[in-house]
């Protein structure tokens, strides 16, 4: 909940019979100026057209969040009720996350109003005045709010945060657990994800996870998908000893971080004992294309005594310090006769290839070294 | 029969973009618009003067598909709100055009003719999936853009909006350009409106207009430049000129856009050993640049080149270096230039990760063809482990072809198929722990780390402002050379300025230095003092070579030396790695 999206007004405006549009009620007092009501009043009180649309309107420095209303009725003067529960915020404020809000409490309002006639009964409406105080309180402060209104209807909200799309996850990849795995509550995540979560290890697959834990792949996937939405795990590319990284620039964030530098070593250093930073630095900066994992090891074994190189290569692909470099193989040189490459077009990685075909790396080495029409690039 | 519809001189126009807000549509979609509306408002009501693309009138019932609408429904199914959950489920996206059809004329020119008070400022209102924004003004067009775009994108379409509103104003002072035109639309609508009763076919009438209407035209031009290239030029009434470019199209690497913010602060730290590197050929650059650009610009394209720095190149246009950094960030924002280190035979190049080398790839077929003979990925495959241009060069090959092999790995930077990669050093002296009782500890200072254990040592950190701030950008730090400390010999001057200059590490770390053999040799010491500061592995190599005046193997040698309490890596510069790749 942070100070960015907070409401500064809530308001509920209606059509009255003789005054027009007006605003009836807003929590702070006199927050909306008369002026700015009449800039935006058309966008509050709406043509039939733009009803039970959300809509949005920067002005004069403010933005107003509302979703106007309309319930046709004979008992209505006018035939009609119009009204519009809205939020006005800074017009600097992201306001995405707002609008399910504004949505839902149009929902309650219009469902009151024909289930008991909340709105048009002039008693009942003045509860709304402290309704609209509690909602701009608890959201505010906890970002939730659970309101009774009468004895049959209560209302729930919550501020859902605003996440990116997630990376589409591919069968080569790993899911490592950017926190620790027992903080969570598992009974609190769906069947599958509680079915693959004791597979999720760093070191495994997608393709792995679904073969040991018995998931269909794309079950698979999506559950990832998911963790990987809540930012509860991130992806890494598979281990082995013949794999080549090399530094990116973060990995002088290990320098200048002094938080980071404690987690890396806690993270990488052996059971029961402690490296220092020099020497994981000096790892990291030992990782230069045309090094193997299996090559670092042998260079500086005096610097591994203390630490776990699985766990170096995690953290660094974890925190950016380090990238891995894949293998691309191209088919530069056909005849004519032949069938155009499917996978040797330098789109898919060994990564992908060895996984999509069962090979294992060294197969699909000694098969592609011999063919003269065959360039492997590294990126 | 004609109405005569008048326009006041102190109606407000409106230009209006519209877009939509579907996250489902490919990430190239979210910057374009899906529309462009114009409207006027005035003593004589509201109305739609034109907008683009056309909204398809509903066909004959018997013709309709299931997905027809008339123009004047409103669009209701099918708008969910982006998915939160983020569900990669293939929903199927509601085409631009249903939703636009979503907003009849009518109730467009009653939303989007403001008030007078909302006048002058950037006008933004979101309905559902659609945001506009504009700005309103008298006589002024706004546009409206998509209501899930980056705040950026909004800017740089209000600031498209304002552009062009600008130019309608001082044309419509001057000769009435904008009460012209908007009378040819309505008269169009009118005429069109009038057919349609008499003939029962409903027609747009605003794809009649277009012939008719020269703004009309431009407007649709720079929808149409907006969604294709990014890069907007007009002009209105074939007079003033209006260009614009919206950076999000133009700097896409890898499919994601550049953000103009990260853009900027890259900008702003290019130092005078950078070179620019032009992406197009210099006539073509020159033959794109209006007849009344600056002259200092034209120059600045025909001298510079991928040898070059801006020191050189200022010095060889005639121009302030400030300029030169001005022009040189113009032409990147605008995705004319990108900046380099400049190249010479020491630069050692890698394989992007972002480099597409499929073999079908368009660039593998422009290669072939600019560079007959050889083929694209067999070239990339030889920067796949990082290579320098001298060992790439053939001493027993002819000059051409060495001329050639510069060709392509300039084409290649400009493709952004390369980076360079610089070596980065790193102060980090062994650990305490070999030897206990020795540890005095020290009066920490402001720009240490605090709270170190033991066994852990820190590496030199330089966390105040102002000693990273001696990087001027206008010249190199002269007093830094090493002219001051040529007195040569051991003389007290030089062993005091040294201690100061190791004064600022721990004891533990000046001990750790001491204790280096080279650090007998007190000429070695003093240039290790001296550059101490640089060795936070945010400087690299040729930084150090331009700002202190030395040369490559003094530095390497001097690095040897002192190896057992520095390391080395090798990657690509933060700060100009941005043309290479996207942040994350």
């Known amino acids: ?379 | 029969m004609y109405k005569q519809w008048s326009v006041d001189l102190n109606a407000d126009a409106k230009l209006m973009w519209k877009q939509s807000e579907s996250s489902l549509q490919p990430n190239g979609e979210k910057t374009s618009p899906i529309s462009v509306i114009l409207v006027s408002s005035g003593s004589r009501g509201n109305k739609l003067l034109f907008r683009y693309p056309f909204q398809r009138v509903s066909e004959n019932t018997s013709s309709a598909t299931s997905k027809q609408r008339s123009p004047y429904a409103l669009n209701t199914s099918g708008d969910s709100i982006e998915d939160q959950d983020g569900d990669s489920r293939e929903q199927t996206p509601l085409t631009d055009e249903q939703l636009v059809a979503g907003f009849s004329d009518i109730i467009l020119a009653t939303i989007l003719a403001t008030k007078s008070d909302m006048c002058g400022k950037k006008f933004e209102l979101k309905i559902d999936n659609v945001r506009f924004v504009g700005h309103p003004t008298l006589l002024q067009p706004p546009h409206t853009i998509q209501a899930n775009a980056d705040a950026s994108v909004i800017n740089c379409m209000h600031n498209l909006s304002r552009r062009i509103a600008i130019a309608l104003q001082h044309e419509e002072r001057r000769c009435q350009y904008l009460t012209r035109e908007a009378k040819l639309m309505l008269a169009v609508q009118d005429e069109v409106t009038t057919m349609t009763e008499t003939d029962g076919t409903p027609q747009s009438p605003f794809r009649q207009i277009l012939p008719k209407c020269k703004l009309a035209r431009d407007l649709k031009e720079a929808y149409d430049s907006l969604c294709t290239t990014g890069v907007v030029r007009l002009h209105i009434n074939n007079w003033l000129e209006v260009s614009f470019c919206l950076p999000h199209k133009i700097h896409r690497v890898g499919g994601k856009h550049i953000p103009p913010e990260a853009l900027e602060r890259s900008l702003k730290a290019i130092r005078p050993y950078h070179a620019l590197l032009l992406l197009d050929n210099e006539k073509a650059l020159l033959a794109q640049l209006p007849l009344d650009c600056s002259p200092a610009l034209v120059r600045l394209i025909k001298t510079c080149s991928a040898v070059k720095n801006l020191q050189q190149l200022a010095q060889d246009a005639d121009l302030a270096l400030l300029q030169v950094f001005q022009i040189a960030a113009h032409l990147v924002y605008w995705g004319k230039a990108i900046i380099i280190y400049p190249l010479c035979e020491n630069n050692v190049y890698m394989l992007s990760p972002h480099a597409n080398i499929c073999i079908y790839s368009p660039l593998a077929e422009q290669f072939g063809l600019q560079f007959p003979g050889h083929d694209l990925p067999s070239m990339l495959a030889k920067f796949s482990l990082p290579v320098s241009l001298s060992e790439f060069r053939n001493p027993l090959d002819a000059p051409v072809h060495e001329a050639q092999l510069i060709q392509m790995v300039v084409w290649m930077l400009q493709r952004r198929l390369l980076f360079q990669l610089h070596t980065y050093v790193c102060l980090l002296v062994p650990p305490v722990e070999e030897e206990p009782g020795l540890r005095e500890e020290e009066p920490p200072l402001v720009t240490r780390v605090t709270g170190r254990s033991l066994s852990t040592p820190s590496a030199l950190s330089f966390g105040s402002p102002t000693s990273s701030d001696d990087m001027t950008l206008t010249s190199p730090s002269m007093d830094n050379s090493s002219a001051e400390l040529q007195t040569g010999g051991d003389s007290p001057l030089n062993k005091r300025m040294t201690e100061t200059l190791l004064a600022s590490l721990t004891e533990h770390e000046r001990q750790a230095i001491l204790r280096v053999p080279a650090a007998q040799n007190p000429e070695d010491l003093r240039l290790f003092a001296r550059l101490l500061h640089y060795f936070r592995g945010h400087h690299h190599l040729e930084e150090i070579m331009y700002n202190e005046n030395m040369r490559r193997s003094q530095l390497k040698t001097l690095f040897d030396k002192f190896r057992s309490v520095l390391v080395i890596t090798n990657h690509e510069d933060p700060i100009i790695s941005l043309f290479q790749s996207p942040p994350d």
């Not at chain 1, 009180?45 to 949005?56: A, G, M, V």
């Not at chain 1, 605003?162 to 990376?167: G, S």
């Not at chain 1, 999720?200 to 996937?221: M, P």
């Open chain 1, 1 to 379: 909940m942070g100070s960015y999206r907070r409401i500064d007004c809530i308001f509920f405006s209606e059509f009255h019979p003789t005054l027009g549009p007006k605003i009836t009620y807003q929590v702070p007092e006199e927050y909306i100026s008369r002026e700015l009501f009449d800039t935006v009043q058309v966008y509050i009180i709406t043509k039939p057209e733009l009803q039970n649309k959300l809509i949005t309107v920067t002005a004069m420095e403010k933005k107003l969040i509302g979703c106007p209303v309309c319930i046709e009725h004979k008992k209505y003067s006018r035939n009609a009720l119009l009204f519009n529960l809205g939020l006005v915020c800074d017009a600097r404020t992201k306001t995405c996350a707002l609008e399910p809000i504004v949505k839902k409490l149009s929902g309650y309002l219009t469902t009151l109003e024909l289930e008991s006639g909340f709105i048009s009964n002039e008693e009942s409406k003045q509860k709304l005045l402290p309704i609209l105080s509690t909602l701009l309180e608890e959201l505010n402060v906890t970002g939730a709010c659970t309101l009774p209104i009468d004895d049959s209807n209560t209302i729930h909200l919550k501020l859902i945060e605003q996440r990116k799309d997630p990376l589409v996850v591919q069968e080569y990849d790993v899911p490592v657990f950017t926190k620790n795995k027992d903080h969570f509550i598992k009974s609190q995540w769906d069947l599958t994800t509680q079915q693959i979560l004791p597979f999720v290890d760093g070191y495994r697959h997608i393709q792995k996870i679904s073969a040991e834990a018995d998931v269909e792949l794309n079950l698979v996937r999506i559950a990832v998908q998911n963790l990987l939405y809540y930012e509860v795990v991130t992806l890494v590319s598979i281990f082995q000893y013949s794999n080549v990284y090399c530094t990116t620039p973060k990995v002088q964030n290990l320098i200048d971080k002094k938080c980071l530098q404690e987690e890396c070593i806690h993270y990488v250093s052996k059971l029961g004992q402690r490296t220092n930073l020099r020497d994981v630095f000096q790892l990291y900066c030992g990782l230069t294309p045309g090094t193997t994992v299996r090559d670092l090891c042998s260079r500086y074994s005096h610097q591994l005594q203390r630490v776990d190189e699985r766990k170096l290569i995690q953290f660094g692909l974890m925190k950016g310090l380090i990238r891995r470099l894949q293998k691309y193989p191209v088919k530069v040189v056909r005849d004519e006769r032949s069938r155009p490459p499917r996978l040797y077009t330098g789109c898919h990685s060994y990564d992908e290839i060895c996984c999509k075909t069962g090979m294992s790396y060294k197969e699909l080495d000694e098969r592609l070294e011999n063919d003269p029409n065959i360039v492997v690039c590294w990126k």
